[in-house]
C-alpha cells in the first residue's frame, strides 16, 4: 500500500510536470518557428492522432507485411545517416573543437597528450579524446585518412546502436507492430540525426545508455543476476564517456526496490558497485599509458558546474564563472571557493527570485526541439543544399518540425505515465519515468543546456511510445482485444475535428511560406568561429585571402570589440592572384556593430574561382585616434584550419591553422518555398491525413490490436 500511495504521487507530480515543460515548449520555443503557440500545439495534437492511425494501419497488415515495413524503416534510418556522414563535412565548436586539436597532435608525436591543461581541467573529455584517436590512428592505418568521414561513421555506429537497441526491447516486449511505431517516432526525433555530425561526449555515450536499458530489461524478464555486472560495466565505460549518464543508477536502483524485495535491492547495488568502482580505479592508470597525468591544480571539481547552476539568469556557462573557480590553485580551494557562493546566492535569492531562475533553467534545458544542433555544429566548407535546411537560411523549416515532434514526445510521455492510474504497476514505462525526473532534478541543480538532455532523448521516445501504447489500449476492448468503434467515436470525431483544422492553418500560412520575402546567403565562406581578438592598430595590419567560385554581393566580419568613434579604418577587397583593388570601404569608429558588421556590394564580384583578399588598416589621421581599438574575431588553433582555402596574415606574416570569423555570400530575398512546392507538400499531407483517418474507421479481418506476443501486457511491460 505505501509503494502504491508513493506511485500514486509521483505519478501526479510527473505528469504535472511535463505537462508544463511541453506548456513552455508551446508558448517559448527557443529557436524561430513557422506559426504561433496555437499552431504548435495543433500540430502536435494532429502528430499523435496521426501516430495512432498509422498503428491502426499497421493492424490492418498481417505480419509479413509488417516485417517488410520494419525492414524499410530500418533501411530508410541507416541510409539517412549514410547520407549524412558522406555529404557533410562539419567542424564543431567549443569542446569538440579543442578534442579535435589534442587528437591530431597525438597522431603526430606517437599518441601521447601535449599541453593538455584543458583536459586536466575537463577529466571528462579524456576519454573521448582517446577514443577519437584511436578511431584516426585505425584509419590512417588503412589509408582512410578523411576524419570527417571517420568521425560521421563512428557517431553512425553509435546512433544506430542507440536506437536499434531499443528497437529490440519494443519488439520483444510488444510485437513488430510497435516496434515499426516506435522506428516511425525515432524518424520524427531531427536531433537525434543531425547530432550524428557532432563528434563529442554525448553521442558517444548515447549507445551506454540504451545498452543500460537493454541489459535492465532483460534482467527484468530473466532474472540472471550476472546481467548486474554487465550494467555495472556499462555504466564504468559509459560515465568515463559521459559522467551524466550516472543518473540512470539512482532510477534504476528506485525500480528494483519497487519490483524487487530488499535481498535483490542489496545484490544489484552491491554487483554493479562492485564492477562500476573496478573499472573506474582503472581508468587513470590506463590513460597515462597515453602520457595524460591529473593535476589538482587544474581540475575543475563538481561543486563548480553547481555554482554555475545558480547564476542568473538561466544557470548557463560563464566565462566569468570558470575564471573565479580557475583562480583557486588547488581543487581543495576551488571547492571551498564554489561552495561558498553556491551558500551566498542560495540566501541572497528570494524564493520568487530562485523559482524565476528554475524557470528560466527548464525553458533552456527543455524547450527546443532542435537540442540547440546547430549552436555546436556550424562551420563548414561544403555548403549543400542538405546544409541550407539544417544549418542555413531555411533551418526555420526543420525547426519548426522538430519543436513540434518535441512537444509531441512530451505529451505522449505525459500520457504514457497516466497508465500508472490505471494498471497499478511499476512496470518499465515508469522506470523510463524516474530516469526523466532524474535528468530534470540533475539539471535544475546542474549547469544547464539544450544539448545536455540529447542523452537521454532516444529514452525520452521510449517513454513516449508507452502514451501513445496507453492510447491504444484505451480505444481498444480489454477482453477481446477489438478496436471498440461505437466507444470512440468521439476519438474519431476529435481526429476529424484535429486534422480538419491542421490543414486549414497550413493553408493559411501560404502567403508567409510562399510569398513573404526573407533573406537568404548562397555561401561561399561561413567561418563563424572566432572568439579571439585581432587588434587592428596603425602598427597592426590584418589581411584574410579566401577564394570564391561563384558572384558574390556581401561580406561580414566578426567585431569582438568595436572601436572608439574617433577611430577610422579601411577595408579593402583585392583579387589575390593580380593584386587588384577591387572594393574599397572606409568606416568611423561608430559605423561598426558588434558582433557582425555586414558590408553590401552595390555590384556583386563576378567569379569563377579567384582567390580574393579582405585587408584591414587604421587610418585615424594624426593624433585623433583614441579609446578602444577595433577587433575582429578569430579562434585559435594549432594544426588544423577551419577555413583551409585562406590564411590570416598579420603584417604579412601568415598565421598558421587560423582565420578571422567572417563570411562571403550572394545575398537576396526570396519567399521559404515556392508556391508549386507549397501544393505539392499540402495535398501530400492531406491525402495522408485523410488515408490515415480512413484507417481509423476501418475494422481489420481479424479484429485485433494485438495478437500472440503482441498482447497488453501485465506486469513490468
Not at 496521426?50 to 541507416?78: D, P
Not at 497516466?418 to 532524474?438: E, M, S
Amino acid at each position: 500500500m505505501f509503494r502504491r500511495v508513493i506511485g500514486y504521487s509521483f505519478t501526479s507530480a510527473f505528469v504535472i510536470v511535463i505537462a508544463y515543460l511541453a506548456y513552455l515548449s508551446i508558448a517559448y520555443p527557443f529557436m524561430e518557428v513557422i506559426g504561433n503557440s496555437f499552431n504548435l500545439f495543433l500540430f502536435a495534437l494532429a502528430a499523435i492522432f496521426l501516430f495512432i492511425a498509422i498503428f491502426k494501419g499497421l493492424t490492418l497488415l498481417n505480419q509479413r507485411v509488417n516485417w517488410i515495413i520494419f525492414i524499410s524503416l530500418t533501411v530508410i534510418i541507416v541510409a539517412i545517416q549514410l547520407f549524412l556522414a558522406f555529404t557533410m563535412k562539419m567542424n564543431s565548436y567549443a569542446d569538440s573543437f579543442v578534442v579535435k586539436q589534442q587528437v591530431l597532435t597525438m597522431l603526430a608525436n606517437g599518441g601521447h597528450f601535449q599541453d593538455y591543461t584543458y583536459f586536466q581541467t575537463y577529466l571528462n573529455n579524456i576519454f573521448v579524446t582517446v577514443l577519437r584517436y584511436g578511431i584516426y590512428n585505425l584509419g590512417t592505418h588503412f589509408g582512410v585518412g578523411n576524419f570527417y568521414l571517420l568521425d560521421n561513421l563512428w557517431i553512425l555506429f553509435s546512433m544506430c546502436i542507440t536506437i536499434f537497441t531499443l528497437v529490440y526491447v519494443v519488439k520483444d516486449a510488444f510485437g513488430i507492430r510497435m516496434a515499426n511505431l516506435f522506428l516511425l517516432l525515432s524518424l520524427t526525433c531531427i536531433p537525434l540525426f543531425v547530432y550524428g555530425l557532432y563528434f563529442y561526449t554525448d553521442t558517444i555515450a548515447m549507445p551506454f545508455v540504451s545498452l543500460i536499458i537493454l541489459v535492465y530489461y532483460l534482467y527484468l524478464k530473466r532474472g540472471n543476476w550476472w546481467l548486474l555486472l554487465i550494467i555495472g560495466l556499462l555504466f564504468a565505460i559509459g560515465y568515463q564517456a559521459k559522467p551524466n549518464l550516472i543518473i540512470l543508477l539512482p532510477a534504476l536502483l528506485i525500480h528494483i526496490w519497487f519490483v524487487r524485495n530488499y535481498k535483490k535491492f542489496l545484490l544489484s547495488l552491491a554487483s554493479i558497485g562492485a564492477v562500476f568502482l573496478l573499472v573506474t580505479s582503472a581508468a587513470m592508470p590506463f590513460y597515462s599509458l597515453f602520457g595524460f597525468e591529473k593535476n589538482d591544480r587544474y581540475e575543475i571539481p563538481p561543486t563548480h558546474f553547481i555554482m554555475m547552476g545558480l547564476a542568473e539568469p538561466a544557470g548557463r556557462y560563464n566565462e566569468a564563472e570558470y575564471r573565479y573557480t580557475a583562480s583557486f590553485h588547488s581543487k581543495e580551494a576551488k571547492k571551498e571557493a564554489n561552495i561558498k557562493v553556491i551558500k551566498d546566492r542560495l540566501k541572497n535569492y528570494s524564493p520568487t527570485e530562485l523559482l524565476t531562475l528554475y524557470n528560466n533553467k527548464l525553458k533552456n534545458t527543455w524547450a527546443d526541439g532542435t537540442r540547440a544542433y546547430e549552436r555546436y555544429i556550424n562551420t563548414t566548407n561544403d555548403f549543400t543544399p542538405t546544409f541550407n535546411y539544417l544549418f542555413g537560411d531555411r533551418k526555420v523549416l526543420t525547426y519548426t518540425l522538430a519543436q513540434i515532434f518535441h512537444i509531441m514526445t512530451l505529451l505522449c510521455i505525459a500520457i504514457g505515465a497516466l497508465r500508472f492510474f490505471k494498471y497499478k504497476k511499476f512496470d518499465f514505462a515508469f522506470f523510463l519515468n524516474i530516469t526523466i525526473v532524474g535528468v530534470i532534478l540533475f539539471h535544475l541543480i546542474w549547469e544547464a543546456n539544450q544539448r545536455y538532455i540529447l542523452l537521454f532523448t532516444p529514452l525520452m521516445l521510449l517513454s513516449a511510445l508507452y502514451g501513445m501504447k496507453f492510447l491504444v489500449e484505451l480505444m481498444a476492448d480489454r477482453e477481446t482485444g477489438n478496436w471498440k468503434l461505437k466507444q470512440n467515436r468521439p476519438i474519431l470525431v476529435g481526429s476529424a475535428v484535429i486534422f480538419s483544422a491542421t490543414l486549414l492553418v497550413f493553408g493559411l500560412h501560404f502567403n508567409e511560406l510562399t510569398q513573404e520575402q526573407r533573406p537568404f546567403h548562397d555561401y561561399q565562406v561561413d567561418q563563424d568561429y572566432a572568439y579571439v581578438g585581432v587588434p587592428v592598430t596603425e602598427k597592426n595590419i590584418i589581411a584574410e585571402t579566401f577564394t570564391a567560385k561563384a558572384p558574390f554581393n556581401q561580406l561580414t566580419f566578426k567585431v569582438l570589440q568595436k572601436p572608439d568613434p574617433s577611430r577610422e579604418y579601411r577595408i579593402v577587397l583585392y583579387d589575390d592572384t593580380n593584386g587588384k583593388e577591387l572594393r574599397q570601404f572606409d568606416m568611423r569608429g561608430i559605423e561598426f556593430r558588434v558582433p557582425n558588421q555586414i558590408i553590401h556590394l552595390s555590384k556583386p564580384v563576378h567569379t569563377d574561382g579567384g582567390r580574393y583578399k579582405l585587408k584591414f588598416t587604421e587610418i585615424t589621421k594624426g593624433d585623433a585616434g583614441h579609446g578602444h581599438a577595433l577587433s575582429l574575431g578569430r579562434y585559435n588553433s594549432k594544426n588544423f584550419s577551419l577555413y583551409p582555402a585562406g590564411k590570416l596574415y598579420v603584417n604579412g606574416k601568415v598565421m598558421e591553422h587560423t582565420n578571422i570569423g567572417f563570411t562571403v555570400s550572394t545575398f537576396r530575398e526570396q519567399p521559404l518555398m515556392s508556391v508549386a512546392a507549397f501544393w505539392i507538400l499540402f495535398t501530400a499531407f492531406t491525402s495522408i491525413l485523410i488515408g490515415l483517418w480512413l484507417c481509423l474507421l476501418k475494422v481489420s479481418p481479424a479484429g485485433r490490436i494485438f495478437t500472440g506476443q503482441e498482447d497488453a501486457k501485465e506486469g513490468l511491460f
